[in-house]
């Protein structure tokens, strides 16, 4: 359920980390980086040209499927490998490079998982193995100009034809990944302007066509084009699932892109991490390596940190989605509406994923500009490429700021349904503040106990503010007379809150699991410390500044925050210490480990 995580009194069960994969799946994620570095990386800068590119990503597609990386969550009996997700997204990490990762990921999430799970028997039989295989190449038509955000208020329309064989499509589609090179669309479009249905579109269907490049800031070596409908003549045996329900698949896997855009920031990070340490120990200012400097020390260390908790709760996502898909029997005659409800019960987690994920990347990438200085700035070293390809997936699947709007407007949804106790949980804690019985303590001797127990004050303090927000508007919510205006301003910081929470909890837990298991790390400690401390600062800046809008005068105010205080525990924590420590190995090891 969206936002469970928040409850209280919940342990959390053990959930899918990077370290679990077993030896074999790791073999696999080699596979594809050497693929990256043999084959994507020599021809980075060719490809970013109009005529390079249209040769280029086919042949480097055919190639990958060759290897096997274009089937990964493909069924077997599809010829795919039948492997889950969070394999899916382990091996998109070792592939995720600008451009080319831009069509890849096209192509084997949005452009083919509708299919997997919304296609019939015939469809999967027809398009999947050639899909797989690499021989085609998908792409996925669901935006519109005037219609980006807002996908299903499409006007694509749809008609049957007099013969009762095929349905006429006359519309387009704006911003289609993949489209110059593109054998198969999956379109959406509206049955008799009214009954939103999707349709598998071939390349070789009369009435389909596309339009020029678009002159993108970033991504130059993916296509990126307008997709134009004109009597577009598509067999009635091309519908994908029943008419009008077009919008099970299309949210549907929405969500699981936006999951598999947040592995995007974690590749960017770690990469800008690598070519950033490579610079700063050869570049020199003053005689000495500009890694040795404080500065650029605190950056590597920042960027580790955020990191390894961004990447704990991305596989923490992932893992639960595919433990939750893994129920759902593909010969169930509601397979299609068992998925779909699969993906709607994660809408909130995987627009966090979406969200942290980009904003990690976009961080990452200026932050290596900035360590390069002035040559960061230019073309001739890869950092400026990063640096423009990373800023549309802050626009890629819906803008961050609407999925920031359906983080809080999904759990008050919930809430209000009776579906998460969240106000339970805000009973609860007003009881304790009555009482003054909140729990700061911690054993020192534990490692990262003192982390876990600021996560539970992360969730109350979260908890406690949404639920100040919920009683200032519980009657209009009630009756819906609650209006978008009204809850513009507070959407922002509430979806930060609920983030910051699921992130620091998700890296602590990991974190403990790594330390218990005795695995080798160098830095796990470290990363869990100092981002949790950062993090925590940041909830209390928030919930103080929401506090504040949503007291009506001062007596109000100094009530509620002396009940937000309450919440908040100090502790010591050198970061000065645990960012020197971090760059230390990072500078050393030339790359982000853990």
């Known amino acids: 359920m969206s936002g469970k995580f928040l409850l209280l009194n919940k342990e959390v069960p053990s959930f899918m980390t990077p370290e679990k994969f077993e030896d074999h799946i790791e073999e696999f994620a080699k596979t594809a980086r050497d693929f990256l570095d043999k084959e994507v990386h020599p021809v980075a800068e060719e490809i970013q040209s109009d005529e390079a590119k249209m040769i280029l990503n086919p042949k480097l ?16 009996e599809y010829e795919g490998m039948g492997m889950d997700l969070s394999t899916g997204l382990r091996v998109a ?5 600008g451009s080319f990762g831009t069509t890849y990921m096209a192509h084997t999430g949005i452009g083919t998982l509708p299919i997997v799970f919304f296609g019939t028997e015939e469809q999967k039989k027809k398009y999947l193995p050639k899909i797989s295989s690499g021989e085609w190449i998908s792409a996925y038509g669901l935006t519109e100009t005037g219609f980006g955000s807002d996908a299903l208020g499409a006007k694509t329309k749809a008609v049957l034809n007099e013969a009762g064989t095929h349905y006429i499509l006359n519309g387009s589609k704006q911003f289609i990944t993949n489209a110059g090179f593109a054998d198969l669309f999956i379109v959406y479009a509206k049955v008799d302007g009214e009954k939103f249905t999707a349709f598998l579109v071939e390349k070789t269907f009369p009435g389909i066509s596309t339009s020029k490049e678009e002159n993108k800031m970033g991504i130059h070596g993916s296509s990126t084009r307008a997709v134009i409908l004109e009597d577009c003549e598509v067999p009635v045996e ?11 698949s299309a949210l549907g896997i929405l969500d699981i892109g936006r999951l598999k855009l947040g592995i995007a920031g974690v590749a960017g990070t770690k990469r800008a991490i690598k070519l950033s340490v490579e610079y700063a120990i050869n570049r020199k200012q003053f005689k000495t390596p500009i890694a040795q400097f404080g500065m650029m020390r605190n950056k590597f260390a920042e960027m580790a940190s955020k990191l390894f908790m961004f990447e704990s709760a991305m ?13 759902v029997d593909p010969k169930d005659p509601d397979f299609k509406k068992k998925v779909g409800k699969v993906f709607k019960d994660y809408d909130v987690e ?3 994923m979406k969200v942290m994920g980009s904003e990690l990347g976009s961080f990452s990438v200026d932050q290596g500009v900035q360590i390069h200085g002035g040559y960061g700035f230019t073309e001739e070293y890869e950092i400026a490429r990063m640096y423009r390809d990373a800023r549309i997936n802050r626009i890629f699947e819906g803008t961050n700021e609407i999925n920031r709007l359906l983080i809080p407007v999904q759990i008050l949804t919930h809430t209000m349904k009776g579906k998460l106790d969240l106000m339970g949980s805000l009973n609860q804690i007003l009881k304790e503040l009555k009482e003054d019985s909140v729990d700061k303590s911690y054993d020192s001797e534990k490692p990262l106990d003192r982390e876990m127990r600021v996560v539970e004050l992360t969730k109350k303090l979260v908890i406690y503010t949404v639920g100040t927000y919920v009683k200032k508007f519980m009657n209009k919510l009630a009756d819906k007379t609650f209006t978008f205006t009204e809850g513009e301003y507070y959407y922002e910081p509430i979806s930060n809150l609920v983030m910051e929470a699921y992130q620091m909890e998700s890296g ?18 470290e990363y869990v410390e100092l981002a949790t401390f950062e ?21 109000e105010h100094s009530r ?35």
């Open 350 to 352: 995987t627009a966090m």
């Open 315 to 327: 596989y923490r996502t992932s893992g639960m989605i595919d433990e939750d898909l893994a129920k």
């Open 238 to 248: 091309n519908v994908m699932g029943e008419i009008g329900q077009g919008h099970k």
């Open 93 to 97: 990490e070792q592939m995720d490079e």
């Open 535 to 555: 993090g925590f600062s940041r909830v209390r800046s928030i919930a103080s500044q929401l506090i504040a809008t949503l007291s009506v005068d001062e007596k």
């Open 508 to 525: 602590v837990v990991r974190a403990k699991e790594i330390l218990e298991a005795n695995i080798k790390n160098k830095l796990t400690k």
């Open 560 to 594: 509620n925050m002396a009940g937000l205080w309450k919440l908040t525990m100090d502790y010591p924590v050198n970061t000065a210490a645990l960012k020197e420590k971090i760059a230390e190995v990072i500078i050393e090891q030339g790359k982000y480990v853990i």
């Open 61 to 76: 597609m055919a190639k990958a499927g060759e290897l096997g990386l274009l089937m990964i969550e493909v069924p077997e």
